[in-house]
């Protein structure tokens, strides 16, 4: 128990301690079970709390530029696929046709058809913009209110929905 430890045994007792210590074991019976002293498990665990604390720092202002890089594509795809579903749709069929005695002639149609476009690509862009709004906080907070009769109000940015 009195030796010193390897870099590599303290990095995998350190695992086997975060472990036990997360189950809720006590620091005398982590220090039993992993095989060093309670002082050690005390020392490993400050280790371990300022490496989580680091761990849990995180920069918002990269993870939204993130996000929104993701909802950015996201919606060119739906405006592409949403350009697609507006144009025409062709089928290609094969038209067979007697041309004489035992013979026969097949010959390729190409049947253009209008399309009004997909409704659930425009749904996706709005989804989009949606969610861009909310990750940037553009949107004004929402706030429901009960009146003395009961009477739910929906109101955002001093502006009673119910009543639009």
């Known amino acids: 128990m009195g030796k ?13 301690i975060a472990d036990l210590y997360l189950k809720g074991r006590l620091q005398v019976d ?10 050690t498990v005390s020392r490993d665990l400050k280790v371990l709390h300022q490496e989580w604390l680091e761990d849990a720092k995180i920069d918002f202002d990269k993870a939204k530029a993130k996000e929104i890089a993701k909802i950015d594509n996201l919606e060119r795809i739906y405006h592409a696929a949403w350009e697609r579903s507006c144009e025409d749709a062709e089928t290609v069929r094969k038209k067979k046709s007697q041309v004489g005695e035992g013979s026969e002639h097949k010959e390729m149609v190409t049947i253009a058809k209008g399309q009004a476009g997909d409704p659930r690509f425009l749904a996706g862009v709005q989804w989009c913009i949606d969610r861009r709004c909310k990750v940037l906080g553009i949107d004004a907070p ?3 209110d009960i009146t003395s009769s009961g009477q739910i109000i929906h109101v955002i940015g001093g502006v009673n929905l119910d009543e639009l």
Do not use: S, W
Not at 5 to 16: K, S
Not at 30 to 39: F, H, N, R
């Open 30 to 39: 982590i220090a039993e079970e992993v095989g060093v002293t309670q002082a």
């Open 4 to 16: 010193r430890r390897e870099p590599a045994q303290i990095a995998r007792d350190r695992l086997r």
């Open 142 to 144: 929402a706030k429901t």
